[in-house]
């Protein structure tokens, strides 16, 4: 069974950097891309970005230039280094893998 575990969120000031992790266990690592979600508060949950295996990146324009996908395939986990944050970057960060969804991680933004 496939387990996506996210960490790495938080509250920080606008402007600052954090980087969220997820780690995938189980399943066959490198099977699909692995997806960063987001979902604010009375929004609907939007890409952030993607990383395929092959090191292929994808990124949502409200979040290009600033934040960055990154995959270890030995440690079989994906990063997202987010910077020059925004308030309006406040949300639940989920990671994605197949069919399968981390239970998130708040990252807060304050202004």
């Known amino acids: 069974q496939v387990q996506l575990v996210e960490s790495g969120g938080g509250l920080v000031q606008a402007g600052g950097s954090l980087r969220l992790s997820c780690v995938i266990s189980?399943?066959?690592?490198?099977?699909?891309p692995v997806w960063w979600y987001r979902q604010a508060p009375g929004k609907q949950r939007e890409l952030v970005a993607?990383?395929?295996?092959?090191?292929?990146?994808n990124y949502a324009d409200p979040v290009r230039g600033r934040f960055t996908i990154s995959r270890d395939i030995t440690r079989k986990a994906v990063y997202l280094q987010m910077t020059s944050l925004k308030p309006g970057d406040t949300a639940v960060y989920y990671c994605h893998y197949g069919a399968d969804w981390g239970q998130g991680t708040q990252v807060i933004v304050s202004s």
């Open positions: 189980g399943g066959t690592f490198g099977a699909y």
């Open positions: 993607s990383v395929t295996m092959g090191g292929d990146t």
